[in-house]
């Protein structure tokens, strides 16, 4: 076995393949960009070495740089991963020309499977079913123009060399051939540097089955069962689960035979996937085979309790494989979810910045998170935006999906857009938990997963004043200590009531809470012109509150960040604004709002229109200074005649921010 080994990548799946090695007593070291001089694999690992600035073609593409610091540590192997070198023929025979062995198939292997087009030649001579189409060389457009009327609409084309979604089209009637082929052509030679495709019949409805393969340098060659990776997005996978539902022991046999011809028919050796495109009628076709370990690797490890990384670390170095394929079994059912820094609200739009609050459900013999980021990482522009994967297990697919929507409903991430929201709706699809989907199942039912409005529940604005309340409480415990009468906050004032509001804002809706101080840290809290009910606030780790309104008991939590205040609440998040009303001297009539800029600022929203007639204390507009929100509100009855800055204007101290006149 291996005494040292180099991870050749980053994020995630290098602090998994550290935490096996680790676990076999192997020593790791890490690769890293500038971009990721802190980050956590580099943390992680007993060694690391600087390879190369941020972008990954001048880092983790570059293998001559990562060889020599293999060399350099005394890395007796490398592990390349998934993504950048994990399929890249070249790099496994610089690594075998080096004498430093690569965890991973051989570079024919990697060849044999690289081209589609090829690819799916080699299976035709093995046997393996195909879909019907055409992998051949000939590319004039004409040609395939009359493929495609041969196969028969609609087709799908498919870059040859592509993957991820890129160059690939359907095309439901002839006249949109031309275009959509063209289309292709052009986005592979810019992803891929070919613009050789094929053209296959599409297939309706389609479901997404892949086989885990392993084999052994002796020539033994196993299957360790399927995974269902049919929901997806733009032909990227957001949801896989093991094993696939519906799937028969006879049809789970038939394609586990056709995967292991397949890695057999390419000589292949330690961890691979088959991929098929399956029919509720059970026929399925090869598509095509990916030559590493795979992002969805866990759930197979989930079902059948065995550990993929260190079977790749032990064929690598020459042992033989641990189990026969009689000796494999499967128990239970497993789910992963991806959870990505993006906004699905704005096409899966990936966002940057800061985890200012990173919590994952806590991990368990059924709920295991593989994350390449903690608490306080940024996620940054230069590769994946993966936060994490959430991994279930249950005796069954209900008990796993109940489980992944309580973890899901315990997953918190503050500071950058995420997708745990949406995954949520998505698992709790009725089509999805009955399991009636397909490739198409996140098209279909857009109307549920993406609401077009969302109104915030009474509770929520209820708890983030009770939190707020609380945040208040233990600062000026800490300011003052514990003993001091200016500690207690319980509102007591000379000849007058123990009364206050809150204020919060999502968006432009403004809601006040009404706060009266009661006695032994409780507050009597309602929405303004709403009742009031008796409430209280149990602080736990993290933000967690067991919160009190009324009779009800309810569990939640509530993370700052700047002026926001983000709500968890029965598995959503809510990221409310606190609003300071700003109050200016004088008295009577003249004492509330204040109609400058207390200190410089920029002026976020209008809250009234021009010309609008509004009563004493309305608010206004919402001024940002020092990364709080605050609202200037009327400071008697009148009419807003004008604003002096618009939405997004930078305002000085002192600046007049709204012309206001007397009522007519």
Avoid at 577 to 605: F, N, Q, T, W, Y
């Amino acid at each position: 076995m291996f005494k040292k080994i180099l991870i050749a990548n980053r994020g995630e799946i290098a602090c998994r393949v550290i935490k096996t090695a680790r676990r076999m007593g192997i020593a790791t070291v890490a690769v890293y960009s500038e971009a990721d001089a802190n980050a956590r694999h580099v943390r992680l690992a007993d060694e690391a070495v600087l390879i190369g600035p941020a972008a990954a073609r001048e880092s983790y593409l570059k293998g001559d740089r990562i060889l020599e610091a293999a060399r350099a540590t005394g890395a007796e192997a490398i592990h390349p991963g998934y993504g950048f070198l994990s399929e890249n023929e070249d790099f496994a025979e610089a690594c075998e020309a080096a004498g430093i062995a690569f965890i991973g198939p051989p570079a024919s292997a990697i060849r044999a499977m690289g081209s589609k087009s090829a690819a799916k030649a080699l299976m035709e001579k093995a046997g393996v079913p195909l879909t019907p189409g055409y992998h051949g060389d000939h590319q004039e457009p004409g040609f395939l123009a009359a493929q495609a009327e041969t196969i028969g609409y609609p087709v799908l084309i498919k870059a040859s060399a592509g993957g991820g979604g890129k160059g690939m089209r359907r095309v439901d009637r002839a006249a949109d051939f031309e275009a959509a082929l063209a289309s292709c052509k052009r986005e592979a030679t810019n992803a891929f540097g070919d613009d050789h495709v094929l053209v296959e019949k599409y297939v309706l409805q389609p479901r997404h089955i892949e086989i885990q393969v392993f084999a052994d340098q002796q020539g033994r060659c196993v299957y360790l069962f399927e995974r269902d990776c049919s929901v997806q997005r733009r032909h990227q996978k957001v949801l896989e689960e093991a094993p696939a539902p519906g799937m028969t022991p006879e049809r789970r046999a038939a394609m586990g035979r056709a995967a292991v011809e397949a890695a057999k028919a390419v000589g292949y050796v330690g961890a691979g996937t088959v991929e098929f495109i399956a029919q509720g009628d059970g026929s399925f076709w090869f598509m095509e085979m990916n030559t590493r370990l795979q992002v969805e690797h866990p759930v197979t490890e989930m079902i059948t309790g065995l550990d993929l990384v260190e079977w790749q670390l032990r064929v690598a170095s020459g042992e033989p494989l641990p189990l026969t394929q009689e000796q494999l079994s499967i128990d239970g059912h497993a789910l992963e979810a991806r959870i990505y820094a993006e906004d699905p609200d704005k096409g899966f739009l990936p966002s940057t910045g800061k985890l200012l609050h990173l919590a994952p459900p806590t991990e368990s013999g059924h709920v295991r998170v593989d994350s390449g980021v903690e608490q306080g990482d940024e996620i940054t522009p230069h590769y994946d935006p993966m936060i994490a994967k959430l991994i279930v297990w249950g005796a069954d697919r209900a008990q796993a999906l109940s489980r992944m929507r309580q973890a899901l409903a315990q997953f918190r991430v503050v500071g950058v857009q995420n997708n745990v929201e949406f995954l949520a709706r998505l698992v709790a699809l009725p089509a999805f938990a009955q399991g009636r989907f397909d490739t198409g199942l996140i098209e279909r039912e857009q109307e549920q997963l993406f609401p077009a409005h969302r109104e915030v529940p009474e509770s929520v604005w209820l708890i983030a004043a009770l939190a707020e309340l609380q945040r208040e409480q233990q600062g000026a415990q800490r300011g003052a200590g514990a003993d001091s009468p200016w500690s207690a906050l319980d509102g007591w004032r000379l000849n007058g009531r123990a009364q206050r509001r809150l204020q919060l804002r999502l968006g432009e809706q403004v809601q006040a809470v009404t706060v009266e101080v009661l006695p032994r840290q409780a507050w009597r809290i309602g929405l303004e012109g709403a009742p009031a009910v008796e409430a209280r606030a149990t602080p736990g780790a993290d933000g967690a509150l067991l919160v009190q309104l009324g009779e009800r008991r309810l569990h939640a939590a509530v993370v700052a960040a700047g002026e926001r205040r983000h709500v968890f609440f029965e598995g959503r998040s809510w990221p409310l604004s606190l609003v300071d009303s700003l109050h200016v001297g004088g008295g009577g009539d003249e004492a509330e709002g204040g109609l400058r800029a207390p200190m410089p600022g920029k002026v976020i929203a209008w809250l009234a229109q021009p010309g609008a007639t509004v009563d004493k204390g309305a608010p206004l507009l919402v001024l940002e200074a020092m990364k709080m929100e605050h609202t200037i509100t009327a400071p008697r009855a009148g009419v807003v005649k004008a604003f002096r800055y618009a939405p997004g204007e930078q305002v000085a101290d002192g600046a007049e921010l709204v012309e206001f006149g007397e009522q007519a």
